[in-house]
């Protein structure tokens, strides 16, 4: 079986919403025939009118030749009946996620194509094994998950069931990486890997929601601006749809046999029932009415420059806070190799008083009072680049006062940094997302869902994070995540945050998870 499809050769997409539309114009593009189906009447039709509006933008924009946008239309037939798919070569199916719609499908297509058509499901979490079952050379059915809109956005997932053919997953992979796709294998395992490594970036931020750390709006700004993800949790799943997320995490959850890590919000369920889906329904967690005013982060109050600085430790990723603060006016001095707090800190104020102001290690700030035998600690949050991070949460100890509080935070303000103050819970907000992003990574690397790299890699193309999870936990210290997520469950009690062994040896040997 040849790498990749043969160009010219006839592919039948199956199904004629936008993601049946994408797929059929991207392979149209890349010199495929293609054949376009769908059960609804004049569906079909109706979206290759929308594929030609496509193409015409494209050459308005100067991104497509006009003479390359017609011959790709040229190239796109739709079909009346499925058994007039029975010259493709391969066949992509993108009707409704639904199994027995699908295996239904896949079993009639089985019966007129060639055996050695390809049978590919472009499903985003059902599994491939299941769809498989029952029908007519079954190694020859596998996943070819894209993202939506299909022709932009660049992950595939090729996924692969018990019974799919090695050399049908190779030929899909390089299929896709000829159409300008990041392809990446993936067994059939609940999720893949997006839909389910990337459900602690909702979950995480529903708990802080739920709990009252803080505000989606807030927690929204400290994962961009400290973060670097390009949206936040919350506007992200108003973007998405509340119902499509929350149908996506039950799904994951059930399949994983209720395990507590996968678990769906109340709080999500609530705007289901209420309606509240998002841009779609018009308000989510935020109104989208034409008169609605996006409600801003809540920022500390500014604050006077303390006095000085002193730095106890090695500072490591946050090394350029203290650098930042003293380009901001303040004397910025060098402490003590060690501290009683068993980590970096910064002593923020005069010789007398002042405030800890200490990195985030998974702990609340009241916790790190106590063992350090200290009144006055804030913590603050982990960033993607302490250099350039424009806003950090923080959280105080119940002991901490005003005044220490406002040390802190006019620190922080010298490095030209908001604070947005949280209620003390374990590792806010980006430290938290991050570390239970590696954690289940790693149990995905694990239990044979992909490699290292292949995961790191789905997640940066298929959800746009600014840093793979493995890579940056390698970054953090390995031993630094283990810690945060052994915090986190003593805090809650609950399996939920239980550790990855992977992340349990190589934290224990000072490896790495891409080691």
Known sequence: MPA???????VAVIGAGAMGAGIAQLAALHGHRVQLHDTRFGAAEQAKQGIAAALEKEVARGRLEAGAAA????????????????????????IVEDLAAKRELLAQLADFVAPDCVL????????????AAGIRHPERVVGMHFFNPAPLLPLVEVVTG??????????????????????????????????????????????????????????????R???GFRMGPFELMDL???????????????????????APSVAQQELVAAGFLGRKSGRGFYDYAPTAVRPPPRSEPAQPLPPRVVVHGAPGAAAALPQRMAAGGVAVEEGLPESRFLGPVLHVGGREGGVWLAPTDGRTATMRAVAAGVRDVVVFDLALDYATATRLAVARADTCSDEALALAVGALRAAGI?????????????????????????????????GPVAVDLALQKGVAYPRGPLAWADALGVAAVRDVLVHLAGHYGEDRYRLSPLIARRAATGGRLHG
């Not at 990749?4 to 006839?10: D, I, K, N, R, T």
């Open 225 to 227: 601006e400290a973060g």
């Open 418 to 450: 908001a604070a947005s103050r949280f209620d003390d819970v374990p590792a806010l907000a980006v430290m938290r997302t991050v570390a239970m992003l590696a954690n289940e990574a790693a149990d995905a690397v694990v239990q044979g869902v992909a």
């Open 240 to 262: 998405i749809g509340h119902d499509v997320n929350f149908a996506v995490t039950r799904s994951v959850w059930e399949a994983f046999f209720h395990d507590p890590r996968f």
């Open 71 to 94: 011959a790709a239309l040229a190239r796109i037939a739709t079909l009346v009946t499925l058994p007039d798919a029975c010259l493709a070569s391969l066949v992509i199916e993108a």
């Open 162 to 223: 018990l019974a799919t053919s090695p050399q049908v997953a190779d030929r899909v992979f390089h299929t896709a990486a000829a159409w300008g796709k990041t392809p990446v294998h993936a067994a059939s395992t609940p999720g893949f890997i997006v839909n389910r490594c990337a459900r602690p970036f909702y979950a995480e931020a529903l708990r802080l929601y739920t709990e009252r750390a803080a505000d989606p709006a807030t927690i929204d700004a400290v994962m």
């Open 120 to 131: 590919a499901s472009n499903t985003s979490s059902l599994s491939i094994t299941a769809l």
């Open 4 to 10: 990749a499809l043969a160009p010219g050769s006839v």
